[in-house]
Antibody
Framework: QVQLVQSGAEVKKPGASVKVSCKVS????????MHWVRQAPGKGLEWMGG????????IYAQKFQGRVTMTEDTSTDTAYMELSSLRSEDTAVYYC??????????????WGQGTLVTVSS | QSVLTQPPSVSAAPGQKVTISCSGS????????VSWYQQLPGTAPKLLIY???KRPSGIPDRFSGSKSGTSATLGITGLQTGDEADYYC?????????????FGGGTKLTVL
């Protein structure tokens, strides 16, 4: 069973950056394809990007390209999502999510508990 | 504006059946598996249906999924008050010369 535990809530000023972590247990990060999804208050789910195992690269949603960086530390089985140039519209709960190890990559079986990022001056 | 279109809300009485539609195109639903997620208030989404019509272990058979062409449907029978939640469909999309995961806008289910 995969478990994903995320870092705590953050409050940032406009223009700053935030880095959210997602610690994996039950499997190693190399066995998973980690993705990040966010949800603004009262809004729907929005995919930000994730690891594509077919070409071994991280793909980002066009909306966030140039502003988001997703990295992994395989020594600690921790995934990171860093979002820069924050603005008020980035206030949201950020989730890490992944499918079954070596799965089809067609769904997200496991989700972190979410990290609230508040952007406010 | 979501690439996948869902009704904003549906409602039904306890014990009844409800369906939630998810409409897309050939660049997403038409050529990829669809999954469905349930999000109870204040919690992370939970996988309900994967690969169009399969249920993960622990999901009751009151929940079902189907796909036809460029549309998918989530069905819930024997509605319970605990089913009140937001429901999202999701799939891969290749319409922007790249693969992106897309979610529907979400449907709020009210059990009257």
């Amino acid at each position: 069973q995969v478990q994903l535990v995320q870092s705590g809530a953050e409050v940032k000023k406009p223009g700053a950056s935030v880095k959210v972590s997602c610690k994996v247990s039950g499997y190693t990060l190399t066995e998973l394809s980690m993705h990040w999804v966010r949800q603004a208050p009262g809004k729907g789910l929005e995919w930000m990007g994730g690891f594509d195992p077919e070409d071994g690269e991280t793909i980002y949603a066009q909306k966030f390209q140039g502003r988001v960086t997703m990295t992994e530390d395989t020594s600690t089985d921790t995934a990171y999502m860093e979002l820069s140039s924050l603005r008020s519209e980035d206030t949201a709960v950020y989730y890490c999510a992944t499918g079954e190890p070596y799965g089809s990559g067609s769904n997200f079986d496991y989700w972190g508990q979410g990290t609230l990022v508040t952007v406010s001056s | 504006q979501s690439v996948l279109t869902q009704p904003p809300s549906v409602s039904a009485a306890p014990g009844q059946k409800v369906t939630i539609s998810c409409s897309g195109s050939s660049s997403n639903i038409g050529n990829n598996y669809v999954s469905w997620y349930q999000q109870l208030p204040g919690t992370a989404p939970k996988l309900l249906i994967y690969e169009n019509n399969k249920r993960p272990s622990g999901i009751p058979d009151r929940f079902s999924g189907s796909k036809s062409g460029t549309s998918a449907t989530l069905g819930i029978t024997g509605l319970q008050t605990g089913d009140e939640a937001d429901y999202y469909c999701g799939t891969w999309d290749s319409s922007l010369s790249a693969f992106n995961w897309v979610f529907g806008g979400g449907t709020k289910l009210t059990v009257l």
